[in-house]
């Protein structure tokens, strides 16, 4: 019942500018509307005539291609004359069989995971560290900026590099030869050639190009955080560090969130950094499933198992993106 | 009394601080700026010079070659250059830039001040364009771009990035205009404007923060963007930068100076926007652009 | 306000150079029309104008260079004509594909594509989208010049769809000379003198046997080279047309022998190229590497000539061969120039300009071999008298998808080592390929 009422309130509030309209004579250029169909004022349809071209676009460039990728999923295709004979699941089952795709889901889950740790710590740290007042904040900023500025293959590949473990034959190289030389030896490890490790070099990258925008919307956000706040909270007998865990981190939870859902479904997607950087990497231990797709599709001409990838894919992001989607709207709409 | 000893004690805790956060700052700004070392060095050494196992030595000679061979090309060693993409990129950002801020604005302006029913969840069908992976279309994208005679061509290109683009612009936008009053736009009613006339008096002359955002936002990852370059415009005389870049790779070859040198070429137009521009950005966040 | 006045100005300035980069840009757009074609195509071929897109994945190296010697014979007897070189590096030519795929789907074929010879071309269903090259074959007399094998391996379906270029061996042990005089070896003719050799190398603490599998399909192709080994030539035919079973104890050998091989390897094999994994030969720190015979043409770009070469252990008398070959779409909008390429391509001039300079040997049986250094002079004589079987890894041997599957299960092998589950995986692909019961 609530809901109801609330949706019902924008339409009083639209009521009122018609009966202004009819009321004017200047301004308006149009007929001015009966009471009786107010729903279709000029404005309303002026306003829907301004976003059709974007509902247009967006329902066939991308429903109408989900619709048809989904549809591919359930066929048999496999080469470059399209065979749309129906397999039912069979394509999704032998996908979850396959080694290579079981390996791509769990590399998805690591690096998802470990990506939004570090970006929003180190994001959150710098922005803190950037909020103390410090000179040469300008300097800082835009160091931390400009990684964002540098498209995914260039950062895969100075990474590749970076990231090479070398050898025990031929020596060191990349940031172990760097640990090396300043002493750090202890920290040396096989990086992205470790079966192991894998993926994980992968969110070192990552986390470099796109700390620096978390950080820019939490910088953001605590500026935005009027000082009386914390002065109120200090005279209250809190240190700093209580100030951010009550005060300060709960006022930037819209942040998280936003910054949660871009970084999120970035990682999902990945693709460039990891063909750039890694490939897929020993035992696959770097593979991702947008790369399987790509591979799969266009090398291996399995457009149905290509299109299966890309459902599973869409269908995990669904499940993380919408009700948080649909939450914030709805507490949007509260307000 | 209390709050003397609190703000003194608080101020005295925050000094010893002061040292380590810059120290803390220079740590991390080192672990930012390792690449663009080792793009830098690397780039101005020689191919017989380029060694995996000595890359962190500065070059014998610094020296602009690579560089200049990654920008104009060699016959020689039968590599093309990346000069002439470059102007292809241009080409391609600049327009798909402004027209998808200009429709993000658009749509944000509609989605946020004349709601009817059903708008929010247009927002989120909208929305959701955002998070399709693009390997899965590019077939049907090809076939319908083919259909309206746009496949193969930079305002195809352009096409493509403004329609991919409309989920985030208008997103931005959208939590944008939500934070102007409607207050505003119900006075502006009241007097007479309509839908467009508020847009043009109102809500366009404040968007400069939101457009910027978004500017600078769509520049970047349009001007960085490989996949929709290398298949939307798949002859090399139309296509963009990253394309180019990409082949100066080459298949079983690589010479990594060159390579390293044109990254640092192709990167160049966004670096510049983002340490010129960088403080727009952070007042266009800082009003409200980008919060969840 | 003066803060709007200035955001004003600065996007009126914005359209302004948008305007005119869009002016003065024009002239460099125009090249590329889907539409209307530059010059017309329909004149004869000796007066005629056009252009010619060629598409590869040869972007630089001796490839590069050895299309550029082929571009440069076509220009001397086509000079009105423009050759546009649609290359898209990467991905080991998955991006190509990818792009080549689109484009035929997009209805905008290039006159002429890079295509491995073999079954790789089935990949683009041949009777939709390729034009038949039977006719210019005939013409050409080119089933005089090919050998018999090759011609076998060019047929599918009843007709010739490509021309090839060139044949690479894919079955050579590379070996640095150094590293075996000082330790008084000879290059290994069996899989037993292999490891002997290998644990005399390992014993002075060089790298017996190097591999780079960075891009995934090196061990694969390695692996190609251990199955010929042990199972002979038609043995190992037989695995790709279902006469031999995948489930075969042979097989089982061959991942055995494999798997103690990989035992010799360098540490960083993962992160390492082919050639990256080269460099230790060169450097001295390894004693051997089976690769294609790219990496002759590799080793005299680093002025490296220290290395000797035989054929890869079991592998005597057998020639594992691949050929790039050059094919031409169906449709295409200079279908003359397209179709003297394909006659220039083939043709003994053609393949003399490609060849040296690619690093690898002719097709044709008769070219002169005074043009090439000693390792292909070599190669080209155990060309015309070896047995000649087709390499999976490289395209000749298996459609693609079968290709692909059996390439991400030999990545597999090299961190798994789980003989029993890879042959199985083996078996499955050959079952999906449609080719095993």
Same mark, same amino acid.
């Given at each position: ?41 000029? /404005? ?51 996908? $979850? /069989? ?15 995971? $470990? ?15 950037? /909020? ?23 950062? +895969? ?20 030869? $760097? ?47 009027? /000082? ?50 890694? +490939? ?44 948080? $989607? ?10 | ?292 | ?54 598409? @590869? ?17 076509? *220009? ?99 070996? @640095?000379? *150094? ?177 040296? *300079? ?19 002079? @070599? ?36 961190? @798994?080592?789980?003989?029993? *589950? ?16």
């Amino acid at each position: 019942m609530p809901g109801c009422l609330a949706l019902q309130k924008p339409e009083i509030a639209m009521a009122d500018p018609s009966a202004s309209l009819s009321s004017t004579l200047v301004r308006s250029t149009y007929v001015a509307p009966k009471r009786r169909s107010r729903f279709l004022t000029s /404005d309303r349809i002026i306003a829907f005539l301004l976003i059709a071209p974007s509902l247009l676009a967006i329902a066939i460039f991308v429903y109408g291609f989900i619709a048809f990728t989904g549809f591919a999923s359930f066929t048999k295709w496999n080469s470059l004359i399209p065979d749309f004979t129906l397999v039912g699941i069979s394509n999704f089952q032998k996908l $979850l /069989d396959t080694t290579r795709f079981q390996i791509d889901l769990r590399n998805t889950v690591t690096f998802t995971i $470990l990506f939004l740790i570090l970006c929003l710590s180190l994001g959150l740290i710098l922005a803190v560290l950037l /909020d103390q007042r410090i000179r040469g904040e300008a300097i800082f900023r835009n160091i931390f900026l400009f990684p964002l500025a540098v498209s995914y293959i260039v950062t +895969g590949v100075v990474w590749r590099w970076l990231l090479n473990p070398g050898s025990a034959e031929l020596g060191a190289t990349g940031v172990n030869l $760097l640990f090396d030389k300043i002493g750090l030896g202890f920290l040396k490890n096989g990086w992205y050639t470790d079966p192991n490790i894998g993926i994980k070099a992968v969110v070192l990258a990552a986390t470099w190009q796109m700390s620096g925008y978390v950080m820019a919307m939490y910088l953001a956000g605590l500026r935005g955080i009027s /000082d009386d706040l914390r002065e109120a909270a200090r005279v209250d007998g809190a240190n700093e560090f209580q100030v951010y865990r009550h005060i300060i981190l709960p006022l930037l939870q819209p942040i998280t969130l936003g910054a949660v859902i871009i970084l999120g479904h970035m990682s999902l997607k990945i693709f460039d950094l990891v063909v750039s950087m890694t +490939g897929s990497g020993p035992g696959f231990s770097s593979d991702v499933p947008a790369f399987y797709m790509f591979d799969t599709t266009f090398r291996g001409n399995n457009f149905a198992q290509g299109a299966g990838i890309a459902v599973i894919l869409l269908v995990m992001v669904a499940v993380l993106i919408v009700p948080y $989607l649909i939450y914030s709207t709805r507490t949007e709409a509260e307000t | 009394m209390t709050t003397l000893t609190q703000t003194r004690s608080s101020n005295q805790l925050r000094q010893w601080p002061r040292l380590a956060i810059y120290l803390l700052l220079i740590l991390f700004a080192i672990f930012y700026l390792l690449p663009i070392y080792v793009l830098l060095i690397t780039g101005m050494k020689s191919f017989a010079e380029v060694n995996l196992y000595k890359m962190w030595d500065l070059p014998a000679a610094f020296s602009l070659d690579s560089f200049a061979k990654a920008w104009f090309g060699s016959d020689a060693e039968g590599f093309r250059g990346l000069s002439g993409n470059f102007w292809n990129s241009v080409q391609l950002a600049v327009p798909a830039t402004i027209l998808s801020a200009l429709l993000g604005s658009m749509n944000g302006y509609v989605l946020s001040k004349w709601k009817f029913r059903g708008s929010n969840t247009l927002f989120l069908l909208l929305l959701f364009g955002m998070f399709i992976p693009y390997q899965s279309i590019l077939i049907p994208l090809v076939q319908v771009l083919q259909k309206i005679g746009l496949y193969g061509t930079i305002p195809g290109l352009i096409f493509v990035h403004v329609v991919y683009g409309i989920p985030i612009t208008t997103l931005i936008f959208r939590n944008y205009y939500a934070t102007v009053p409607t207050e505003m736009v119900e006075a502006a009613k009241i007097d007479g404007a309509n839908i467009l006339g508020i847009y043009r008096h109102i809500m366009f002359p404040i968007s400069m923060p939101g457009f910027v955002v978004v500017m600078i936002w769509q520049f970047t990852s349009i001007w960085n963007d490989f996949l929709f370059g290398v298949i939307v415009t798949s002859r090399p005389g139309v296509q963009p930068i990253t394309v180019a870049l990409n082949n100066l790779a080459g298949s079983y070859i690589v010479a990594w100076n060159i390579q390293m040198a044109g990254a640092l070429l192709a990167a160049l137009p966004t670096m510049v926007i983002y340490i010129l521009l960088g403080q727009f950005f952070m007042r266009g966040l800082l009003a409200g652009s980008l919060k969840g | 306000m003066f803060r709007n006045t200035r955001w004003l100005i600065l996007l009126s300035l914005a359209v302004i150079v948008l305007v005119a980069l869009a002016a003065c840009a024009a002239p460099t757009a125009a090249p590329a029309p889907t539409t209307a074609p530059a010059a017309p195509t329909t004149a004869p071929a000796a007066a005629g104008g056009g252009k010619l897109e060629m598409f @590869s994945w040869w972007t630089a190296g001796g490839e590069a260079e050895g299309l550029a010697g082929m571009y440069a014979a076509y *220009k001397k007897l086509y000079p009105n004509v423009e050759i546009v070189n649609a290359t898209v590096a990467g991905g080991a030519g998955t991006n190509a594909k990818a792009v080549m795929t689109t484009r035929l789907f997009g209805g905008d074929p290039p006159d002429s594509f890079q295509v491995h010879a073999g079954l790789e071309v089935a990949t683009y269903q041949p009777d939709k989208y390729l034009q038949p090259l039977d006719s210019i074959f005939t013409s050409e007399g080119w089933d005089k010049v090919f050998p018999k094998d090759l011609l076998t391996l060019l047929s599918y379906q009843g007709h010739y769809w490509s021309v090839p270029v060139n044949i690479h061996r894919a079955n050579v042990l590379w070996y @640095s000379k *150094k590293v075996f005089t000082d330790n008084k070896l000879d290059p290994p003719k069996t899989f037993d003198d292999f490891f002997k050799v290998a644990d005399a190398l390992k014993a002075k603490g060089i790298v017996p046997f190097v591999l780079g599998d960075k891009e995934g399909w090196e061990s694969a192709h390695v692996f190609e080279t251990v199955l010929v080994g042990t199972l002979g030539a038609d043995g190992y035919r037989g695995l790709w047309t279902g006469k031999t079973a995948w489930t075969d104890p042979k097989v089982t050998d061959a991942l055995n022998t494999y798997k103690k091989m990989l035992t010799y390897v360098n540490t960083d094999h993962a992160a390492l190229t082919w050639d990256g994994a080269g460099q230790y030969l060169i450097d001295g720190k390894g004693g051997m590497e089976i690769m294609g015979d790219w990496e002759n043409g590799w080793f005299q770009s680093k002025n490296y000539s220290d290395y000797g070469w035989a054929p890869a252990p079991g592998n005597s008398g057998i020639f594992d061969a691949l050929s790039d070959s050059f094919a031409m779409p169906k449709g295409v909008k200079n279908a003359d120039n397209a179709a003297n390429w394909i006659k220039l391509a083939g043709s003994k001039a053609g393949q003399e300009a490609f060849n040296p *300079k690619k690093g690898s040997i002719c097709a044709r049986t008769d070219c002169d071999q005074s043009l090439f250094n000693p390792y292909l002079q @070599s190669a080209a004589k155990d060309w015309q008298s070896n047995a000649l079987v087709p390499s999976v890894v490289h395209g000749a041997a298996a459609i693609e998808s079968w290709a692909t599957k059996y390439k991400d299960v030999m990545a597999l092998f090299v961190t @798994s080592g789980d003989v029993a *589950k890879t042959q199985s995986d083996l078996q499955a692909a050959c079952k999906d390929a449609g080719v095993c019961k």
